[in-house]
């Protein structure tokens, strides 16, 4: 069932955490006891989920989630410690050196980080050392966006990316430095930027990712984008933000 993809389960659980205050205020004992038994529950069904094993996006969304349970949750360390090896094992894994996820999806590399950056917060504001795979993940990703990124605040559409929510890409960037500039070079992750007075060239100049990271890869290797100031010029489809479970023919 839908409900229960690891994704979803992740996602509910950090939403669940991050609206506790609201949803628990003026909560009498029978609600705070099923909230947390419900809290509980996705824990375990997340910590199941990694034993029996899923696909290496759904591996991060389950152990960002769990860190947060772990964080933002009494009495359950155990969790935390195995979440934060989980995490920083798979960030190793899945973040190139460039700062490029393996899966090539801008997309999935944009709503990691809008994950990421709050959990190191999170690791901060209950006095535990964030681990130093999540620090240097986030360090690489930022610039990694800045390359994709075209005048008019959005990413180009390759492996994945659709409409770009304005907003989401701006609360990122302010992380990276208002005035920091963009690399023009990912090598590890296969795109290349071009600039010249007011154009912008990105293209798609990488191999198709691994199979098990594959999940929206599109077939568009060598394609590229163009813009002239904020007017794009040469712009590819992309995957409707409405429907990511849409594949690829």
């Not at 659709?162 to 500039?181: E, F, K, N």
């Not at 568009?220 to 409405?242: D, H, W, Y």
Request: glycine share 8%; net charge positive.
């Amino acid at each position: 069932a839908l409900a229960r993809q690891t994704p979803v389960a992740a996602r509910r659980l950090i939403s669940f955490l991050s609206q506790s205050p609201l949803v628990l205020e003026g909560a009498d004992h029978a609600f705070y006891q099923a909230f947390l038994k419900a809290l509980a529950r996705g824990a375990q069904q997340l910590e199941r989920d990694l034993r029996r094993g899923v696909p290496p996006q759904w591996r991060l969304n389950a152990a960002v989630a769990l860190c947060f349970a772990g964080l933002c949750c009494e009495g359950i360390q155990p969790i935390l410690r195995r979440a934060t090896r989980v995490l920083s094992r798979e960030l190793d894994r899945q973040i190139m050196a460039d700062g490029g996820h393996r899966s090539r999806d801008p997309r999935f590399a944009m709503e990691l980080l809008l994950d990421l950056l709050p959990l190191r917060q999170s690791y901060l504001s209950r006095s535990v050392e964030p681990p130093a795979a999540l620090l240097g993940a986030i360090d690489r990703m930022l610039p990694l966006l800045r390359l994709l990124r075209h005048a008019d605040a959005s990413l180009s559409h390759f492996n994945g990316m659709g409409a770009t929510a304005a907003d989401h890409l701006a609360t990122l960037l302010i992380y990276d430095g208002a005035l920091a500039q963009p690399m023009m070079h990912a090598p590890n992750s296969g795109y290349e930027r071009l600039e010249g007075g007011r154009i912008v060239i990105v293209a798609d100049v990488g191999a198709p990712p691994p199979l098990p990271y594959s999940l929206n890869a599109g077939a568009g290797c060598l394609s590229f984008e163009m813009s002239s100031g904020p007017q794009r010029i040469v712009i590819n489809c992309g995957l409707p933000a409405s429907g990511p479970e849409l594949r690829r023919l």
